[in-house]
């Protein structure tokens, strides 16, 4: 099975079903399928084909969809860029994966200008928006408004493709600690895989209704999209995190069922006072990455969303997702993001690349097929994370982060592998010290790091984001942690912000931390 399939086995099943709400417009199933050939005809006519990377650079829209599959359906390899991107990233992405188009906005025309000009690998750029003149030399601009409901397109999943699923469907850009970022390589088989894995443990079907306020150039948005149009499901796209207000009416107005958010989110949504006066009888589950959740926002949310399970996760991009903790486990062991996904085995191993037993802190291992081929062009980087597995020629993923697991098999994040702490002769969790900080009544965001210390080798200083009108001093910090934390990992220093530096994901950014206290 190929990623397109989604939308064509869904376009003829549920073809007069609402696929996409964007603002104002709602576009069903086979509308989707009818302008992703028409605009898939129109690459193919432009030289794109099996195997050319493609890059999108859109903001979350109808057209950043059709976009999605309509190169996927000319065997093409599609490239989300995220919208906000500056022109030197942007430059060295389209070269670093040599795209033959790029797919933007008029009003980014600017920028898919210079493109043309610095990427040699660029046949032609295809621009959304108000169709306006455009002379500039021998470059070759073609609107998608032109495109789109000009050639008739059969929706025919059995047709012969040019793909298999062991073809790349897409290239995903991490936004790595430092230096550029890298290209992850996903098959149409890893991510079906993926999908199909997520869509089991989430119970999605056509019924379900899942709000997106994530960028698609994310994975854990992009994903969205995919999950929903297998199962024939609605999927209601947001530009960007909106107004909280925004957000609460959407849920009630359209019935919402799934929502997807990150722990920013859960910060921003959680300031609302007033959330325990509406109702959302409808919504069936929220699910959570990029970074776990505090027990307490766990807590918090269980009260403003009573009906709703709450499905705490970990992943990371090389292999989409990697763990779940079923609903039902929450209240026993908060701190876990649970056990492998279905179709996959997780494991620790230790600095020798044993597996190791309960309790030992260690890496963790995925094996599966979810796991990317590599990294594009970067073999060096690809050996650090992919490395032999069980059988002759399996490759297994690294993840880089540091677990343990308790004596039933559940998983516990302890930090990135670069993240520990070490004062005092001891390793510290920066997450075990969040957790405890995060029960500070008016902490909205925390985040901890290792400082250099002459005495202690590293201190420990947190950043803090308190709720507006709250006052807090560093001794107050350090007082609440002396009741519940062992000494050594009590913050030295405690430093009070107004935001977090973060990733376009709303991750924090402990390296930008970092480099301030170096």
């Not at 073809?15 to 709602?26: M, P, Y």
């Not at 992405?93 to 920028?111: E, G, M, P, V, Y």
């Amino acid at each position: 099975m190929l990623v397109n399939h989604f939308l064509e086995n869904s376009a003829l099943k549920y073809s007069d079903k609402v696929a996409v709400i964007c603002g104002s417009k709602r576009i069903t199933y086979s509308e989707i399928e009818a302008m992703a050939g028409s605009l898939s005809s129109a690459l193919l006519s432009e030289g794109i084909g099996r195997g050319d990377r493609v890059a999108v650079f859109l903001d979350n829209s109808v057209e950043a969809v059709i976009s999605i599959f309509a190169i996927l359906k000319a065997g093409a390899v599609f490239v989300m860029v995220n919208p906000t991107t500056k022109r030197d990233k942007l430059n060295y992405t389209l070269n670093n994966c040599r795209a033959s188009a790029l797919i933007s906005h008029i009003n980014k025309f600017d920028i898919a200008s210079e493109a043309y000009k610095t990427t040699p690998s660029l046949k032609s750029a295809i621009l959304t928006g108000r169709k306006k003149e455009i002379v500039n030399g021998s470059q070759r601009y073609i609107f998608m408004e032109d495109i789109l409901g000009s050639q008739s397109s059969q929706c025919n999943p059995t047709a012969t493709s040019p793909c298999i699923d062991i073809d790349l469907a897409t290239i995903i850009y991490t936004s790595g600690s430092t230096g550029y970022p890298k290209g992850v390589m996903m098959t149409h088989l890893n991510m079906v895989s993926a999908a199909n894995s997520i869509i089991q443990y989430l119970e999605n079907t056509s019924e379900d209704i899942i709000l997106n306020v994530l960028p698609l150039s994310f994975d854990y948005g992009l994903y969205q999209v995919l999950m929903g149009f297998s199962v024939g499901a609605t999927v209601i796209i947001e530009e960007a995190f909106p107004y909280p207000y925004k957000i609460i009416d959407i849920i009630q107005r359209e019935k919402v069922t799934g929502f997807p958010i990150v722990p920013t989110i859960s910060a921003i949504l959680l300031q609302m006072k007033e959330l325990k006066s509406h109702s959302f009888e409808h919504l069936r589950y929220i699910s959570n990455t990029a970074a776990a959740l505090p027990p307490i926002h766990i807590t918090k949310l269980k009260e403003i969303f009573p009906k709703a399970e709450i499905y705490s996760m970990y992943g990371l991009t090389e292999c989409k997702r990697v763990t779940y903790l079923p609903p039902d486990q929450i209240d026993i062991r908060p701190t876990s993001v649970g056990k492998g996904m279905p179709n996959e085995e997780v494991y620790i191993v230790d600095e020798n690349g044993n597996r190791v037993g309960p309790n030992i802190i260690g890496e963790l291992v995925v094996r599966g097929s979810n796991v990317m081929k590599g990294y594009w062009e970067m073999p060096e980087e690809t050996a650090k994370r992919l490395k032999h597995g069980r059988y002759p020629g399996e490759m297994v993923l690294y993840t880089g982060d540091l677990f343990k697991m308790d004596e039933e098999g559940y998983l516990y994040f302890v930090s990135r592998k670069d993240d520990i702490i070490k004062s005092r002769g001891e390793k510290v969790s920066p997450k075990e010290v969040e957790n405890v900080l995060y029960e500070i009544e008016g902490v909205i965001e925390a985040a901890v790091i290792g400082v250099p210390d002459d005495i202690l080798g590293q201190a420990i200083k947190a950043f803090i984001v308190l709720r507006n009108g709250v006052t807090m001093t560093e001794k107050d910090i350090q007082k609440f942690c002396a009741k519940r934390l062992e000494d050594f990992m009590v913050p030295k220093y405690a430093e009070f912000r107004a935001e977090l530096p973060k990733t376009v994901t709303g991750k924090i950014t402990k390296t930008e931390l970092r480099e301030v206290e170096s």
